[in-house]
Structures are given as structure tokens and as C-alpha cells.
């Protein structure tokens, strides 16, 4: 009896087909690869579950009146998100409180949805005395892990919890060239330890280079001497290639930015910035401004970590706070104690 010659065989591709990858044999049909167990197929799973869900994103932006707030949003997203473009009115006075003002846009990007929440600040840092003008600000936040945790804790809670919660604040410094003012040391103290905090040098057009090199640096000096933790923090790099990354952009902390809704014709490319008449401001360019690192940071490569560390850390600290008093509440009334009233205090 002559021998069978064995043809060679081609592995197809994991996850192409049928319950076991297959090898195809070159003269023949296919043969069942048993060593293939498919777990890699997870990661196709999860993506089809994202896609179907869509994604929530909640940003906070501050800053004083005229900085660019609306501006820089509707130039991260490329479209009019922000409150004052999708509510413009004749006359805007400015208020004389801190206000909370949020607006919701669904946006699509091939295929992939996002539920995003613009939430403004109007009157914050515009009055003459701004004292405790943080305080809205902080108790917003704080009801928006309360309501969080309220759903959380329902005996019948919902499949999918609506998050309301902030997942990164915005601070527009102004472009001084000099140093930091009492109010912004305070607000990013005291609200560092809620959420996540990413200043930028807002409008850095108006310095010139060497001014705002010098101005960065002093930021970050004056951010380390008053015991500020701004996003990414590094007690949370979670590897070597976490840290590697994120000292990286620690170093460029601030980001001075400029933004720009208007597209120009510049060397037969359309794109947005600020034309002035000695030349155009490319927003997109990293050699005019660092627009291009605070998109990447907060869309491109950080979007989920910004999630992760406002469910993980910021949340979590709430959530056990709240409950440690509920449980101390409790305690007392069994023992016949008066009953406090329980609200959301500053952390």
C-alpha cells in the first residue's frame, strides 16, 4: 500500500469562522485546529457592546468671562457644543453668582456615539469679591456623585445608571505671564481632591514664547508648592509605561492653548485659527500652541483613564465617605441620639 502524502496546512486568521479556528490544507479542504480556544474573541465582543451602548463624557470648564471657555470646547469637538453657542443671547450679563449651567449633545464619529455634557460656569471669578466662589462648583459636583450613589444604592437600581458625575474639569488660567492668583491656588486646591483638574493658559497667543515658557514653569512650581495634584496624578500610574507617558505630559502642564472656530486658507490647506496681520494662529499646529496635546489627552489617549480614575478614586472616596456617616447616623439613632441631617459636605 503506497503512503498518503500530507500536504502542508495554512492557519486562518483566530476568530474567522466557526466554532474552531481552521487549517486549510493546500490540496485538500479544511481541518479542525483544536488547540485554538477563542478567548481572544473577547476584546470583538466588548467592542460590539460599546458600540451598541455609546459612550458618556462629562466636561467642566472654568474660568472667568472672556478666556475662551466656549470656544476652545466647540474646537475639541469640532462642532457647537458649548452652553453660550447653543444658547447665544442678544445681551449675556454677567451673573452675579457662580451659575451652573450644563448642556447635552449627542455626537457620532464613524459610527461611534457619545452622549456629551458641556457644563459652564458663568460668573466665576468675575466679581470683586470671589470669595468662596468655588463653593457652587464643589457642592455641584458632590450632587452629582450623590445622585450616583442614590441609584446605586436602589433595591431595584436601573441596568444602566445615568452618569452625571464629572469626569474632568477644565481651568482656564488667564495669560498673565506672571504667576497664579490667589483664586486659582485655591479653587485647584480644593477641588483637585474631587476631580480631575487639567489647566490650560487660556488665549496664549498674546505671549510670546519666552513669556510663556517662563510662565509655565511657574505654574508648576507654584502647583507643587501648595500641594496640587492635577490630572494625570502620579500616584495613579499604574506601570513603568503609564509613568513613562504621563511625566511626559506632566512636564507640559499647563497646556497653553488657543482656539478657534473659523477655518483659513493657509498654503492651499484649510484650517482652523486665528488670522492676524502678521500671519494666521494654527490651533492645530504644535509649534504655534499645545492645543493638539490637550485634544489627544483628553479624547484620544486619556478619555477612558479620565473615567476610570473619577469612578475609581474620586467617586469611591464619596461613596465610602457617605456611607460611613449614613452607618454612623444609624448608630446614633439606635441609641437614642438626635438624627443628623445628612448633606454633602467639601472634602
Known sequence: ???????????????????????????????????????????????????????????????????????????????????????????????????????????????????LTVIDTPGFGDQINNENCWQPIMKFINDQYEAYLQEEININRKKRIPDSRVHCCIYFIPPTGHCLRPLDVEFMRRLSKVVNIVPVIAKADTLTLEERDFFKQKIREELRANGIDVYPQKEFDEDAEDRMINEKIREMI?????????EYQVNGR????????WGTIEVENIAHC??????????????????????????ELYRVRRLHENNTVAAQHANGLPEHRLVAHEM
Do not use: C, W
Open 290 to 315: 499645545e492645543f493638539a496635546y490637550l485634544r489627544d489627552l483628553l479624547i484620544r489617549t486619556h478619555m477612558q483613564n479620565i473615567k476610570d480614575i473619577t469612578s475609581s478614586i474620586h467617586y
Open 270 to 277: 484649510r484650517l482652523l485659527g486665528r488670522k492676524t496681520k
Open 1 to 115: 500500500m503506497s503512503e498518503l502524502a500530507v500536504a502542508p496546512e495554512v492557519m486562518m486568521p483566530p476568530g474567522s469562522g466557526g466554532i474552531y479556528s481552521e487549517k486549510i490544507a493546500v490540496g485538500g479542504g479544511p481541518v479542525l485546529d483544536f488547540s485554538y480556544v477563542g478567548i481572544d474573541a473577547i476584546l470583538e465582543q466588548m467592542r460590539k457592546k460599546a458600540m451598541k451602548q455609546g459612550f458618556e463624557l462629562n466636561i467642566m470648564v472654568v474660568g472667568q468671562s472672556g478666556l475662551g471657555k466656549s470656544t476652545l470646547m466647540n474646537t475639541l469637538f469640532k462642532s457647537k457644543v458649548s452652553r453660550k453657542s447653543a444658547l447665544a443671547t442678544a445681551q449675556e450679563k454677567i451673573p452675579k453668582t457662580v451659575e451652573i449651567k450644563s448642556i447635552s449633545h449627542d455626537v457620532e464619529e464613524k459610527g461611534v456615539r457619545m452622549k
Open 254 to 262: 499647563p497646556f497653553a492653548v488657543v482656539g478657534s472656530d473659523q
